[in-house]
């Protein structure tokens, strides 16, 4: 139910631009999130987008990264830009409310090189 899409290998500086289509309940209905998960470490929070347009961000891709949703499309990105090498990982799209994240998607791996 959730897919994502555009992960892939850039230098550190570049922008990358991840999607995450989702079904339009799911999407009108709950929070959206990315999270990532770096080889040999544990799946870390990036950013959610509430229902109410609210949003926010882990510390590390604050002022880098960027959420949005588009309703019209079912979907959900994020504008990764000025990308680090630590911000390789495997990225996954993420749906749910105050009780947890219901929803995953398959992940989509994303390589910064220095």
């Known amino acids: 139910q959730l897919v994502e899409f555009g992960g892939g290998s850039v230098q550190a500086g570049g922008s990358l631009r991840l999607s995450c289509v989702a079904s339009?309940?799911?999407?009108?209905?709950?929070?959206m999130a990315w999270f990532r998960q770096a080889q040999g470490k544990a799946r870390e929070f990036v950013s959610f987008s509430s229902t109410d347009g609210s949003t926010k961000y882990a510390d590390s891709v604050k002022g880098r990264f960027t959420i949005s949703r588009d309703n019209a499309k079912s979907s959900v990105y994020l504008q990764m830009n000025s990308l680090k090498p630590e911000d390789t990982a495997m990225y996954y799209c993420?749906?749910?409310?105050?009780?947890?994240?219901?929803?995953w998607g398959q992940g989509t791996q994303v390589t910064v090189s220095s």
């Open positions: 339009r309940s799911i999407l009108s209905t709950n929070r």
């Open positions: 993420a749906a749910g409310g105050p009780t947890g994240w219901q929803y």
